[in-house]
């Protein structure tokens, strides 16, 4: 488990510190189960899996893949968070907030709804629309 510990936090571009920190733990310890000098509890293999978003199995074993399958409403509170917090007077967050004050059932959604499908039909028929955007 040593190495897979280490593995994860590498992955995800962090020091033992920042590893420790959102897990409530010293830098200290971190380092111990990097060293196999300590073995984690349960309740930190499950903390570790839940803030990283990572597989107890794979955690445990190595069995498996390292992250676990994200939910849409996990990946769309993911963008929200990276996307449009920190950039709340985007455009992006604005049409957000608009859509999540629009009525699920209402008229305007559905408008908008049909203006889309047409906007990409359009958009499918256009071969400039095709190109690769430019770096």
Same mark, same amino acid.
């Given at each position: ?17 920042? !590893? ?70 985007? !455009? ?22 049909? !203006? ?20």
């Amino acid at each position: 488990m040593q190495n897979r510990i280490k593995e994860l936090r590498k992955s995800l571009g962090l020091n033992q510190t920042e !590893f420790a920190e959102k897990l409530g733990i010293a830098t200290s310890t971190i380092s111990c189960y990097e060293l196999g000098t300590r073995v984690p509890s349960d309740a930190i293999i499950k903390s570790i899996c839940r803030e990283y978003g990572v597989s107890e199995t794979w955690l445990r074993t190595g069995a498996g893949e390292m992250k676990r399958p994200r939910t849409d409403a996990q990946e769309l509170g993911e963008l929200i968070k990276t996307r449009l917090i920190d950039a709340s007077d985007t !455009f992006q967050a604005a049409l957000v907030k608009l859509l999540l004050r629009l009525d699920p059932d209402g008229p305007e959604l559905r408008r908008l709804r049909q !203006f889309c499908e047409e906007l990409l039909a359009e958009t499918e028929k256009d071969p400039e629309t095709k190109k690769d955007p430019e770096p």
